[in-house]
T-cell receptor
Framework: GAVVSQHPSWVICKSGTSVKIECRSL??????MFWYRQFPKQSLMLMAT?????????EQGVEKDKFLINHASLTLSTLTVTSAHPEDSSFYIC????????????FGSGTRLTVV | GENVEQHPSTLSVQEGDSAVIKCTYS??????FPWYKQELGKRPQLIID?????GEKKDQRIAVTLNKTAKHFSLHITETQPEDSAVYFC?????????????FGPGTSLSVIP
């Protein structure tokens, strides 16, 4: 149980275009979804936290106008990288709390974004 | 601020030996500490976790210890095997008003030499 499906698993896009990444909770309701970015050989850096029906909370240094997050339902959260540039190339991964607070988190399978 | 430090950044051990990874956290309100194993290009996999009301937890070859006073927690892997080779991340859950968030340490690349 507590599966998060993330799509696409990889995407190559041209510089200047936008890319949407989706995370769906398949067998539970994800009122909160965390979005992370991971550069090669580095840790997972929290970008933002989305909450169903409200605005996302962005971490310091993350441009909210560039990384648009939508959490319109209890089972779907999306991250859109707008006007992507090569420096946005990274591994993006979402995560949701499994059940109640402090009871573990489940991760999506990640999206490898390459901007050319 | 919210910060999790992790040491060492790389660790090589002989098969059968033990491996220890240590982490410290900054927010004293943190009360949940998971450990993740990540293989290249894949999602992190939870291997063990511990809550603040417990000092130690063990699951077969893996154990975690927590010292809340010192804000330290450690991962111990005994009888290491080549398949244990991966990057390991410690993390600390930071309580917030309406949700908790998880902050990751920088990771430890573990190599188990056959």
């Amino acid at each position: 149980g507590a599966v998060v499906s993330q799509h696409p698993s990889w995407v190559i896009c041209k510089s200047g275009t936008s890319v949407k990444i989706e995370c769906r909770s398949l067998d539970f309701q994800a009122t909160t979804m965390f979005w992370y970015r991971q550069f090669p050989k580095q840790s997972l850096m929290l970008m933002a936290t989305s909450n169903e029906g409200s605005k996302a909370t962005y971490e310091q240094g993350v441009e909210k106008d560039k990384f648009l997050i939508n959490h319109a339902s209890l089972t779907l959260s999306t991250l859109t990288v707008t006007s992507a540039h090569p420096e946005d190339s990274s591994f993006y991964i979402c995560s949701a709390p499994r059940n109640r607070r402090s009871y573990g988190y489940t991760f999506g399978s990640g999206t490898r974004l390459t901007v050319v | 601020g919210e910060n999790v430090e992790q040491h060492p950044s790389t660790l090589s051990v002989q098969e059968g030996d033990s491996a220890v990874i240590k982490c410290t956290y900054s927010d004293s309100a943190s009360n949940y500490f998971p450990w993740y194993k990540q293989e290249l290009g894949k999602r992190p996999q939870l291997i063990i976790d511990i809550r603040s009301n417990v000092g130690e937890k063990k699951d077969q070859r893996i154990a975690v210890t927590l010292n809340k006073t010192a804000k330290h927690f450690s991962l111990h892997i005994t009888e290491t095997q080549p398949e244990d080779s991966a990057v390991y991340f410690c993390a600390a859950e930071v309580p917030k008003t309406s949700y908790d968030k998880v902050i990751f340490g920088p990771g430890t690349s573990l190599s188990v030499i056959p």
